[in-house]
């Protein structure tokens, strides 16, 4: 059922488009406000607790109960809408296409602008010119797709419906915290996309050159420092063997079309092996669910 469910999202996604139409948030923001009003007093864990895990194990029971209506169809519906509102926010591809036909003209500016659709705009702050660019936006989209797609499939098979929400609003809430927040909104999104991460990274691995991504993941793999795209842009950059970039000079017109080429295929080489990785997690989940069938 889980599997099937899978499917079903992932041609809805991918042919039809459809996320628009069930990701709205602004229920979730409502419940978020009010929670916030009521339980500011308490500990920040029991109203992240309130936020984040009484929908989603409100969403598990109510489809628990519905598992025998209509020899489980309507919970099966109820589990496509629910993984279908769990999946990743706008489009990666289209987000990555408006970088790379800004990369491509070297309109720095416009690139850096088209960049901040992947990643959170404080970081890209650092970046101060297009080498540091190209790498914050590369460990974006390695982050993006992990959550997008990875990591919610992931709680998905472990969790149900449930699991696949929890992690979703986990995100929301997260990226809804300021500066002057308890960072026990980051802390606990962190913990929920450790496990996950590690998967994506070994399948980074086997989806790209073993060896360079294995080194790469073995320096980071019980490293709590570094972000969760740190570790999965080191990851994805082992796995297709990048070279380093280096800035050419303005006047040099044929080393900056070399350094622009560079940069596209690198960033498409990612969209790639995400893709690649992609059908090896359904792969392995089909493979599973056979065994368990049996």
Request: negative net charge; glycine residues 6%.
């Amino acid at each position: 059922m889980k599997f099937l469910a899978l499917l079903v999202v992932m041609a809805l996604v991918y042919y039809w488009n459809t996320r628009p139409t069930v990701q709205q948030d602004g229920t979730f923001h409502a419940w978020q406000a009010v929670c916030q009003q009521r339980l500011s007093l308490l500990p920040r864990a029991v109203l992240w607790a309130f936020v984040v895990l009484v929908p989603a194990l409100l969403a598990g029971i109510v489809i628990e109960l519905m598992a025998g209506w209509l020899w489980g169809a309507i919970s099966l519906l109820a589990s496509i809408a629910v993984l279908l509102y769990s999946m990743g926010r706008g489009d990666l591809e289209e987000q990555v296409d408006h970088y790379l036909e800004a990369w491509q003209q070297a309109d720095w500016q416009a690139a850096w602008h088209h960049a901040q659709a992947l990643g959170s705009p404080e970081i890209l702050d650092e970046a101060s010119d297009p080498v540091q660019l190209h790498q914050y936006t590369t460990r974006a989209m390695a982050y993006q797709g992990f959550g997008r797609f990875f990591a919610v499939v992931f709680w998905f098979m472990i969790l149900g419906p449930a699991g696949a929400l929890c992690y979703r609003l986990a995100s929301l809430q997260a990226k809804a915290m300021t500066a002057d927040d308890d960072p026990l909104d980051q802390q606990m999104l962190y913990l929920l996309e450790w496990l996950p991460a590690r998967l994506l990274a070994l399948t980074f691995a086997l989806a790209g050159n073993f060896n360079t991504a294995m080194n790469a993941i073995e320096l980071g793999w019980l490293d709590m420092t570094h972000s969760m795209a740190d570790f999965l842009g080191t990851a994805s950059a082992g796995a297709l063997q990048w070279s380093p970039m280096v800035m050419p000079a303005e006047a040099d017109s044929a080393a900056l079309e070399a350094f622009t080429a560079q940069g596209q295929h690198d960033v498409r080489a990612l969209l790639t092996l995400l893709a690649r990785c992609g059908m090896i997690w359904l792969a392995i989940i089909a493979f599973w669910q056979v065994l368990t069938i049996w």
